[in-house]
C-alpha cells in the first residue's frame, strides 16, 4: 500500500498518485507555483538594486506562506514539495561550492 502525494488515499497502484487526476493536479500545482517563484528569485539575483527595491526575498517568503496555508488547509498539511536530497542526489553539482577567482 501507498499514499497517495496528492489526495492523501492509500491505493496499491504502482507509483506516487492513486489516479491520473491527482498527478495532474499535483504536477500543475508545482508547475505554476515553480513559474512565480522563478521569475521573482531570477530578477532578485540578477537585478539586485531591483530585487532590493522590490523587497524580493520577502516575496518569495510571503509566497512560501500563501501556499502553506494552502496546503494546510486543502491538503490536510501534505507538503506539495519533493525531498531537496532527491534533487542533490540527481544533480550533484548543485551541493559544491563555487569557487570564484
Not at 3 to 22: A, M, P, S, V, Y
Request: charge should be positive; proline fraction near 2%.
Amino acid at each position: 500500500m501507498a499514499t497517495c502525494l496528492e489526495c492523501g488515499d492509500t491505493h496499491e497502484r504502482k507509483g506516487t498518485f492513486c489516479n491520473t487526476k491527482c498527478s495532474r493536479s499535483y504536477n500543475t500545482r508545482r508547475a505554476s507555483r515553480g513559474s512565480e517563484l522563478y521569475d521573482l528569485f531570477m530578477a532578485l539575483r540578477n537585478d539586485r538594486k531591483l530585487g532590493t527595491a522590490l523587497k524580493l526575498y520577502g516575496a518569495c517568503c510571503r509566497l512560501y506562506s500563501i501556499w502553506r496555508d494552502e496546503d494546510i488547509k486543502k491538503r490536510g498539511g501534505r507538503k506539495s514539495w519533493n525531498d531537496p536530497r532527491k534533487i542533490l542526489a540527481e544533480k550533484p553539482y548543485l551541493s559544491t561550492q563555487v569557487k570564484r577567482l
